[in-house]
């Protein structure tokens, strides 16, 4: 009965906590300037992440390691390194992109200017880590995160031609613009594939003591929750693709973001769009500073855990502290969180190799998983999925950032 | 020695002036036999224990950390692992060594007297 | 019994006696002796050893840090193999590593920072 509760909990937080300002801007592009041509890019990004959180998770379960530790230990210190530090960049990035969503969410419903708001925001998301506990950050703040529903419901009620819903499932070729089309393609890629989630969800699975008989339960919940998760993105396509795209808005200021729902409930829409960016900028927030600490305390060796005090855990601590203030630092110098979310979601998804690569050959590796390993299905497509997104993602971003967006 | 080289002791260690070498400077360099010629780079160390004597029995010599990990890419997309298994491993016998300079390891033996490491099969 | 000095050792997670975490084994020093095979002797864990991985004036810009943490410091931190037990997934210390160098920096941010900081 426990372990039921357990897994309902965890799809309801998985579909809480899936979506943030990565995942909702590149949907919205998508939807404002491609229709419904990209929904398969969000379904392939969702399809991808569930099967890395299955594999992080049954990992977790039956190695007793978690990831960042698992690589230091089998790849060595230089192997260990080079990824981390490029990881490390890139998640900055997104950590600073989530700051300003929670900060230009507050700047929607106070019209006080968002880099105002950083230093709160990111003194509200310290005082989580240093206070809390891994469940109560977890589970509080994704089952607030079920707020998204909204754009489901927001999707339905604006009614969608299916028929033209269901063409975007399969992949077809851009109708303007290839370049733009293929950059905001690995964008949510970039935005759903992020691999600060798999150090995370391997850590959490190891401060939650998971062991073999979780295997089953992770896979459900992976599938059910990513699942559900991903219909909320594509809702979010799709509110796009019917509010912003036939009044010909394109999303490049972020101040237009909250005509999602605004358009259809007026203040209340505000409202509702502001809180669901408030509420899952927070929680992507807390995860990566978590994540970050959590490679390089368990690469080196050091105590770790939400669960300890910070007193048990001194250099962890401080670590996510560092993080939050380099986080909170780039936010304050003012640059624009919609450029930021963009460019740091298509690096994401550049980066993506270095971060799966090594973790797929661990899920390889019988001295870790035993009879577990993966099947060559899962690693030849993730494998493909991350590579291809790489390249499309090296060559599109230039062209971006030279096509002025 | 330096007293970096000497470190801290954390209890009931003995003070010897026999020679010291950092395992981990060791790794990833060149193993050349008398002639100069490179049998590859040092990888493992393995050790036999008896009682409380560890002792480095052996040497394991291959392409490097770099190509290892590439060859253990390529097993996770079916039939290219097949190239692990035309890569050359050597095992080196403790009395095979010459590590009087840490620098720069050497065979005090040919090449050919190395024993080879058979291929994984898989 | 046979032992793979890389691949069960280096870079392996150490736990202490009272079930801390104690770092990860940065580096192993051997020992060599006439006519007999070299001997492990200590494991090494710390900054300046895995500061000295990555490079050599790495490793002694780190040194020169950690000496001014206090008297005898500078130097990396040595544990004899002895008190070392092969262990899955981790590997056994028994000593508690709070009364070794180890847990100095750990202790330190504790004291000159963490307890400052209100209801922690």
């Known amino acids: ?405 | 020695m330096s007293a970096s080289a000497r470190g801290m002791r954390i209890s009931g260690a003995l003070d010897a002036s026999p020679r010291e070498l950092q395992l981990e400077s060791l790794l990833g360099k060149r193993l050349c036999d008398q002639d100069g010629n490179s049998l590859g780079r040092i990888e493992e160390f393995v050790v036999e224990r008896h009682g409380l004597d560890w002792a480095v029995v052996e040497v394991q010599v291959g392409p490097g950390a770099l190509v290892a990990r590439l060859l253990e890419i390529s097993t996770l997309v079916p039939f290219l692992g097949v190239l692990r298994r035309s890569i050359a491993r050597h095992r080196v016998a403790w009395h095979q060594l010459d590590l009087s300079d840490e620098e720069h390891p050497r065979l005090n033996v040919r090449h050919s007297e190395v024993e080879r490491i058979a291929p994984r099969s898989r | 019994m046979r032992v793979h000095l890389v691949r069960d050792v280096l870079d392996k997670q150490l736990i202490d006696v009272s079930g801390q975490n104690a770092g990860k084994v940065d580096g192993i020093v051997l020992q060599l002796r006439a006519d007999k095979p070299p001997a492990v002797r200590y494991i090494e864990v710390g900054p300046i050893t895995l500061a000295r991985r990555i490079s050599r004036r790495l490793g002694d810009w780190v040194a020169r840090l950690d000496a001014r943490l206090g008297e005898g410091r500078g130097v990396p931190i040595r544990i004899p193999i002895a008190r070392v037990a092969l262990d899955s997934p981790s590997l056994r210390l028994d000593i508690n590593a709070d009364r070794t160098p180890i847990m100095a920096l750990e202790q330190w941010l504790r004291r000159v920072i963490v307890s400052h900081i209100p209801w922690s």
């Open chain 1, 1 to 405: 009965m426990k372990r039921l509760l357990g897994i309902a909990l965890g799809i309801v937080t998985s579909i809480g906590g899936f979506l943030e300002i990565g995942s909702i801007t590149t949907a919205a592009q998508a939807g404002a300037d491609y229709h419904y041509q990209l929904i398969w890019a969000v379904l392939l990004g969702t399809i991808c992440i569930a099967l890395l959180i299955e594999m992080s998770g049954r990992f977790a379960a039956v190695s007793k390691h978690t990831v960042a530790d698992a690589v230091r230990e089998r790849f060595g210190l230089h192997f260990f390194l080079v990824p981390l530090l490029l990881l490390f960049f890139v998640s900055i990035l997104v950590l600073a992109a989530e700051i300003g969503g929670v900060s230009v969410a507050i700047e929607m419903v106070t019209g006080v200017r968002f880099p105002i708001w950083a230093l709160p925001v990111g003194l509200l998301a310290w005082g989580l880590l240093w206070y809390g506990t891994f469940s109560v950050i977890e589970n509080g703040v994704s089952l607030l995160g079920l707020i998204t529903i909204t754009f489901l419901v927001a999707a339905l009620q604006l009614g969608p031609n299916w028929h033209a819903l269901m063409a975007g499932i399969v992949p077809s070729l851009p109708s303007k613009q290839p370049s733009h089309y293929w950059f905001i393609a690995v964008s949510i890629l970039g935005a759903s594939v992020s691999p600060y989630l798999f150090y995370f969800y391997s850590a959490g699975a190891i401060e939650e003591k998971w062991d073999e008989t979780y295997i089953a339960s992770n896979r459900l919940v992976a599938a059910l929750g990513m699942g559900f998760g991903g219909f909320l993105n594509v809702a979010v396509l799709v509110v796009s693709a019917l509010v912003l795209a036939p009044r010909g808005i394109s999303v490049d200021k972020y101040q237009q973001l909250p005509l999602l729902l605004s358009n259809l409930w007026g203040r209340i829409g505000l409202g509702l769009f502001a809180l669901s960016l408030f509420v899952t900028c927070l929680g992507a927030t807390t995860e990566i500073a978590l994540a970050l600490a959590y490679q390089i305390a368990q690469g080196l060796g050091w105590n770790w855990g939400e669960d300890l005090e910070p007193s048990g855990d001194a250099r962890f601590s401080l670590t996510y502290t560092i993080v939050l203030l380099v986080g909170t630092l780039l936010v304050l110098t003012g640059i624009d969180p919609l450029k930021l979310t963009t460019l740091s979601m298509a690096l994401t998804a550049a980066s993506l190799p270095v971060a799966i690569i090594p973790f797929l050959v661990l899920m390889n590796d019988d001295k870790y998983l035993g009879e577990h390993t993966n099947g060559w299905l899962g690693n030849v497509s993730i494998l493909v999925v991350s590579v291809l997104a790489s390249i499309v993602a090296i060559v599109s971003i230039p062209l971006e950032i030279v096509g002025g967006s």
